[in-house]
Nanobody, 120 residues
Framework: QVQLVESGGGLVQPGGSLRLSCAAS????????MGWYRQSPGKGRDLVADITSGGTTNYAESVKGRFTISIDNAKNTVYLQMNSLKPEDTAVYYC??????????????WGEGTLVTVSS
């Protein structure tokens, strides 16, 4: 099995910064893509950003220029640096990983989510 453990959420004032981390562990042969999604109350879960093991990134338009995603392949860990946070960034942030397991099965896995609240 594969587990994703997130950390770094919390309460921050508008204009502030937070850094989220997500570490993948378990029966991993390779991590292919890691990313962050977010879900606000009453809304669907939307992509924030993702990154391939080769470093190719993809961002939602709403976070371009403010958020930066990065990956440490040696640690199977993805980071999301969030700057210039706005109240509309308030959501539960979920880590997602596309993994090839040690049984050579490809699957997507989700973390349990970490709450980010942007408020004065």
């Amino acid at each position: 099995q594969v587990q994703l453990v997130e950390s770094g959420g919390g309460l921050v004032q508008p204009g502030g910064s937070l850094r989220l981390s997500c570490a993948a562990s378990g029966s991993i042969f390779s991590v292919n893509v890691m990313g962050w999604y977010r879900q606000s109350p009453g809304k669907g879960r939307d992509l924030v950003a993702d990154i391939t093991s080769g470093g190719t990134t993809n961002y939602a338009e709403s976070v371009k220029g403010r958020f930066t995603i990065s990956i440490d392949n040696a640690k199977n860990t993805v980071y999301l640096q969030m700057n210039s946070l706005k109240p509309e960034d308030t959501a539960v942030y979920y880590c997602n990983a596309h993994v090839t397991t040690t049984r050579f099965i490809m699957n997507y896995y989700w973390g349990e989510g970490t709450l980010v609240t942007v408020s004065s």
